[in-house]
Every structure is written in structure tokens, then in C-alpha cells.
């Protein structure tokens, strides 16, 4: 797969880039969740059909977080993730678009006319809620009438579980709740981050649960802090474990810090310094203070156990 940055006003000589023919994907795609996964997989099916490059366009920063929303600062898949998502599903091209005022401020016929119409593409596939040009007043109806039949549209009806539409806002909502379930439902997988190792405290070592304190390589939307059962991928394989996503109320005093500690069964090598994927498969519990550190081993003890057997009963 080819990733293409973008920026606005696009330069076809300044970088090398696909131009020609192709059917592009077009939205933010932030989780590439089942609803996303729809729109590009009908890209792909038409593309094939049409024998044409299959290709996504996708923007970056994401446009609410440019639009003053600073929670959508935090993303569900960050830009690396989204494009190794991307590639397993088979996209030959993705164009990542700087979502800057410069593009914001573009009339969606400026959008068709200096975007879409000079990178030569065929076909556009988009969700039904998709929306462009300056303060979204362009839509799917708007992009048809555009088009001056210069390039087809197809627009993907949202798409439904459990008689709601799926989209990155319940996601997001779910994660704050602590759904794991619902979000690995929605999403067609694990909700995963991934950070460096890094030095900790290393209390764990003294109460007989090493851990690896993970530092985000991104702004992600952190889950609800808590006790959760994982797999984690290091150095190519996966290994099983159980992780604390919060702020560690035992030992911790003065201002807060959100920590992810993952402790691993199984495992003793020194990974610190190395990057570790860690996917969210169920939540085991809240995050809480606990009386004594005798306390704490013992419950540490008891999610250990319990990570072991809702793992072996989902994996």
C-alpha cells in the first residue's frame, strides 16, 4: 500500500502521488469500525470491478479537533494505526490530507474541482452521513450535483447492530464506559493501543507482579480506568496478561497521572524501550484505592486468575 500526504493547494510535481483513474474512499475513517470498513470495502469491490487502484482518502489532523472540538484530539485509531488497518484490507492507495484552515475555508466546489477532479479519480465512495467543504455544508447529494458526471458517486447506508448505527461517537462511548465487549463488536476487532516501554517505579517487581509501563505513542481516547485482560504483541508474538489503565490511587498522591502497567503471563525478557502493542479483549474490574499493599497483591492475585479464564473462554 502507497501512502500519499496531501496538503492544500495540492502540488502534483512536489511529491510523488497517483493521479489517474482510481476509486477513492473518501472520510475521516477514525476507527475504521465495521460502519467504515463498509464504505471501503465497496471501493475495493468496485474498483475491482472497474479494474482501477483502489484508494482512501482520509484527513489528518482529525477536522473537529481542527474545528476547535478538543476531545476528537484523542483518536481511536491514531494516524499509524488507521494505515496498518488500512493495508490489511487490501487499499493500494491512501491519500492522508492535511486538515488545515486553508482546507477547511474550501467551498465544496473548490473541494471537487481542486481535490478530487485533479487527482483524475473515477469513482467516490462515501457514508451516507459524509459531509465537506466550509462547515460541512456540502453533502453525498452535494458531491452527485458536483460532479457534473465528471466521476460517480456511491453512498454506503449506515450500517446497523443491534438496531443502531454503528459510528466512532458510541465507540468512544462505550471505551468512557468501559464496554469492552461492545467496542471489540463494533469495531470487527480489539480496541488496541500501542506505546514504548518505559522506566517505572517498578513496584510491581517488589510484590511479585512485574509489569511494563506502557507510554502511549499517540493521543488516544483512553478507555475507562480499570483492570482489563489483554494480549499484548511484542517483538512478533502475542502473549497473554492483564492490564491497569489509570492512576494507581494505592501510591499515588498530588496530581494524577493516566498509567497503562501491563503485567504478563509467562514472560520475563527486558523489553524496555520496545514498542508493545496491547489490544483491550474484556474489562475485569474498576480502578480503586485499596487499604494496605497485602490488599492489593491479593486482588492483583485475583484478576490474574480471572484474565486467565476469560481469556481462555474468548481466544
Do not use: W
Not at 494505515?83 to 475555508?105: K, P
Not at 477532479?117 to 450535483?145: A, H, K, M
Not at 502493542?277 to 485475583?302: D, G, M, N, T, Y
Request: aromatic fraction near 8%.
Amino acid at each position: 500500500m502507497k501512502i500519499i500526504p496531501l496538503s492544500y493547494p495540492i502540488d502534483l510535481h512536489s511529491s510523488p502521488m497517483y493521479v489517474g483513474k482510481q476509486v477513492v474512499a473518501i472520510g475521516d475513517f477514525d476507527g475504521v469500525h465495521l460502519g467504515h470498513q463498509e464504505v471501503i470495502g465497496r471501493a475495493i469491490q468496485t474498483a475491482k470491478r472497474l479494474d482501477l487502484p483502489a484508494s482512501v482518502m482520509t484527513f489528518h489532523p482529525h477536522p473537529r479537533s481542527v474545528m476547535g472540538q478538543h476531545k476528537y484530539e484523542h483518536l481511536l485509531t491514531p494516524i499509524h494505526r488507521k494505515m496498518e488497518i488500512l493495508a490489511s484490507l487490501g487499499v493500494n492507495h491512501v491519500y492522508i490530507v492535511t486538515f488545515d484552515d486553508s482546507l477547511m475555508h474550501l467551498s465544496p466546489q473548490q473541494f471537487v474541482d481542486d481535490v478530487l477532479e485533479l487527482l483524475g479519480v473515477e469513482s467516490i465512495v462515501c457514508g451516507f452521513d459524509f459531509t465537506f467543504g466550509y462547515q460541512g455544508c456540502g453533502n453525498p447529494d452535494t458531491l452527485c450535483e458536483l460532479s457534473h458526471g465528471k466521476f460517480s458517486v456511491e453512498v454506503v447506508r449506515p450500517y446497523i447492530m443491534h438496531g443502531e448505527k454503528v459510528s466512532s461517537t458510541s465507540i468512544r462511548e462505550a471505551l468512557q464506559q468501559g464496554d469492552i465487549d461492545e467496542v471489540s463488536k463494533l469495531l470487527g476487532r480489539c480496541y488496541s493501543i500501542s506505546g514504548k516501554v518505559v522506566d517505572g517505579h517498578k513496584r510491581g517487581r517488589t510484590i511479585g507482579f512485574p509489569t511494563a509501563n506502557i507510554e502511549p505513542h499517540e493521543l488516544y481516547v483512553v478507555p475507562k480506568n480499570g483492570v482489563y485482560a489483554i494480549k499484548a504483541h511484542v517483538n512478533g508474538k502475542y502473549y497473554k496478561g492483564v492490564m491497569n489503565i489509570g492512576v494507581k490511587p494505592t501510591f499515588e498522591t498530588g496530581e494524577l497521572k493516566t498509567t497503562f502497567e501491563a503485567h504478563l503471563f509467562d514472560f520475563s525478557d527486558d523489553i524496555y524501550g520496545e514498542t508493545v502493542r496491547v489490544e483491550l479483549v474484556s474489562f475485569l474490574r474498576p480502578e480503586r484505592k485499596f487499604a494496605s499493599i497485602e490488599e492489593l497483591v491479593e486482588q492483583i492475585k485475583q484478576d490474574a486468575e480471572t484474565s486467565k479464564d476469560r481469556l481462555s473462554t474468548i481466544l
